[in-house]
């Protein structure tokens, strides 16, 4: 029973104030008496009679007593649980981060079995809707009654090895609410920040996971990195190549920390496997693969000779460099990727300079970051910048910025080209881990392999040249057409592409950014204090019983008399 003005109490003190009068007030002894002359000495016995005596039991008195009590409780306002009315929309975040676990128990199973204490709160009558948001947001269930409908649409909620973008579900709430009045939006999610009108469920504490941010080879050597979303661990990293195991280490990572991990794996295997062997939170992104393919050459134009642009050029197999001087590019036949080193780093697809103009020398005072563009993705994946520092550059116009340096762009990018505000010499940048990653970035947009299947991550579409059957990570065979879309690709691990005859292996990985789960979204519930279970007051049946109370209490007195 909740009350919902306890300061109502108060009223009990009027129980005591009766209970002090019938103390305090004489009690006479009705007596029949011969004679007048008693009077004077039974007048004198009631003046020194001591007020306080041992009650007697007094039916007017307990009804009174009572009367006051229900009274007292009334202005408490009691209220027993009850049901929730009206319609309710329920919003279920299930990005890859929801399957974080926390003492045996995921995310998405915590934010569950709170909507079911939610619908058990609910009254009959009131219609329940129910979203899922993953990759896309589905209609698990719509303005239903039928409760055990609803308890089937939540369990067969499942997370996903993606991101979730919670606008388009909350919008059609929004809709809903504006179209019919009076519509409870809950969202169980554990990242998903407040808005008025809406309550959000927190499903989460806040755990400590690691995670393979990405895994390449070159040679007979591959290199692991791993992010430590956690305390300082000692972390064990194996290495298998087709499917035995080729080498294993021992990894100290930091608190927050990304660390490389280099193995020696053989020249001619095609398929390279990466793990985590210590549990965390989530297994997901515990493994990550690395499929070699044949392809055809392509052939880059260095103007340049800066050691380290080299290699990291030609970390991918199938890059020819050619080193040159940009007055002899015309000349060359089969580039698809110039690239002119100096005071400005510049890469294009064609030889002309592209449409970016570089500022004047500043001191750089700030450290480099990544520009948060949506479409600057492809260039920024898996960079950290961490211990990133610049001595001075020249800031960019021109084309879209995916590297800042406080306010200024030093790196820009347009459809067929990118550049670098900076000499190379002027940053440590190359002896970090992120240069070469940037470079393989800039390589991969301008200058994208010519691969039958290329790899991707969870809910990503892809487009098969060659239409055949593939087989998911979880044994699920299924069927593409010629240059078809492949849209069903929320497994994370490795495909195999089987067509005219041969296998093109790819791998799908868990959107990176679900990794980091050691924040968790608190809950907070819509103009109120706490949960929004249903109440049913009833201070108008204490009221009513008093009343009742009263009137016997009238007629009783009636019939003993004044007292």
Known sequence: MNFLQPLGAIGFLAPALILALYFLRRKHTDLPVPSTLLWRQTAEDASAAHPFQRLRKNALMLLQLLIAALLAFSLMRPALPGRVAGETVMIFDCSASMQAKENGVSRLETAVEKAREHINAMRSDAPLTILSVGGETRQALSRSLDRSLAREALSSLRAENTGADLSPALSLARAMDAELGGVTILIFSDSFFPQPGVTVIGCGQGAENRALLSFTAVGDTAVARIANYGKD????????????????????????????????????????????????????????????????????????????????????????????????????????????????????????????????????????????????????????????????????????????CGQDAVGVWGEDWAALGFDLHDSNLPLKYDFPVMIQNILSYLAPQDEGVKDGKCGQSLTLSAGGQVTTPLGRTLFVEDMGVFADTGEAGLYRLRAEGKEYPFAMVMEPGESDVRAAAETVYEGEAGPRTGQQEITGWLLLAALLLILLEGGLSRRVGAY
Do not use: M
Request: include cysteine; charge should be negative.
């Open 233 to 404: 661990a000692e972390l064990t990293v194996e290495c298998s190549a087709d499917g035995a195991l080729c080498d294993a280490k021992r990894v100290f990572a930091g608190e927050g920390e990304n660390v490389s991990v280099f193995f020696r794996a053989p020249e001619n295997a095609q398929i390279l496997l990466a793990r985590l062997v210590d549990e965390d939170a989530i297994e997901t992104d515990n493994a990550a693969y690395f499929v070699r393919r044949d392809a055809g050459e392509t052939k880059v134009a260095l103007a340049g000779s800066n050691t380290f642009l080299e290699h990291a050029l030609q970390l991918r197999q199938d890059v020819r460099l050619i080193r040159t001087t940009q007055e002899e590019w015309d000349g060359l036949e089969g580039v698809k990727l110039y690239v002119r080193d100096g005071d400005t780093v510049v890469f294009s697809r064609s030889a002309g300079f592209p449409p970016v103009t570089a500022g004047e020398v500043q001191a750089a005072e700030d450290p480099l970051s990544l520009a948060s563009s949506a479409g600057a993705e492809a260039l920024t994946r898996y960079l950290t910048l961490s211990g990133v520092a610049l001595r001075q550059y020249r800031p960019l116009s021109g084309g879209e910025a995916f590297l800042r």
